[in-house]
T-cell receptor, first 114, second 116 residues
């Protein structure tokens, strides 16, 4: 069965520091994609970063990087130089089987302290 | 990035009425769109896959006669909640893939439904 697990319900980080949000996954499909989305209080889902299962290098997008450890089935999101505007809910998601369907983790609420 | 819109953003209705939610891809064509539901403080759960020109595919446990999906064109999918009840109150959000694969999926801004 496919599953995404985020074990951190809530996280705090000091402004300008880096923070890592954990995500582990489980799938028997050799081809899959891993996503991170940010959901502020407005509810919109903002796409942050994508990692394909066959990608050799870890994905990076500006201040966001994905620490992809395939053998451990983990895809942690690293946010560098945190900003107050980073305070939001963060979801890890997986797509497998080339269906486009996303399975989401439980989410992690990040609060950035000034 | 690609833009997906939803209308309305908020809707309040009486129990027993039907509500239609639109999802549009504004600057790209989407043969497949997805509908998700999110209850407060919870994760997103896939309800159904909307396919242009064919019937939607529903996830297990989702009543297809209650949540009617129509994908009339490459840029528009609609979700109709029929005979809505208070337990249908939720945040409904659609998504569409953009590009050659599923590596980029963009979500609409969501629709908050409150059934009184």
């Amino acid at each position: 069965a496919q599953k995404i697990t985020q074990t951190q319900p809530g996280m705090f980080v000091q402004e300008k520091e880096a923070v890592t949000l954990d995500c582990t996954y489980d799938t028997s499909d050799p081809s899959y994609g891993l996503f991170w989305y940010k959901q502020p209080s407005s509810g919109e889902m903002i796409f942050l970063i994508y990692q394909g299962s066959y990608d050799q290098q870890n994905a990076t997008e500006g201040r966001y990087s994905l620490n992809f450890q395939k053998a451990r089935k983990s895809a942690n999101l690293v946010i560098s130089a945190s900003q107050l505007g980073d305070s939001a809910m963060y979801f890890c998601a997986m797509e497998s089987g080339n269906t486009g369907k996303l399975i989401f983790g439980q989410g992690t609420t990040l609060q950035v302290k000034p | 990035g690609a833009v997906v819109s939803q209308h309305p953003s908020w809707v309040i209705c009486k129990s027993g009425t039907s509500v239609k939610i639109e999802c549009r891809s504004l600057d790209f064509q989407a043969t497949t769109m997805f509908w998700y539901r999110q209850f407060p403080k919870q994760s997103l759960m896939l309800m159904a896959t909307s396919n242009e020109g064919s019937k939607a595919t529903y996830e297990q446990g989702v009543e297809k006669d209650k949540f009617l999906i129509n994908h009339a064109s490459l840029t528009l999918s609609t979700l109709t909640v029929t005979s809505a009840h208070p337990e249908d109150s939720s945040f409904y959000i659609c998504s569409a893939g953009h590009g050659t694969g599923w590596e980029t999926q963009y979500f609409g801004p969501g629709t908050r439904l409150l059934v009184l």
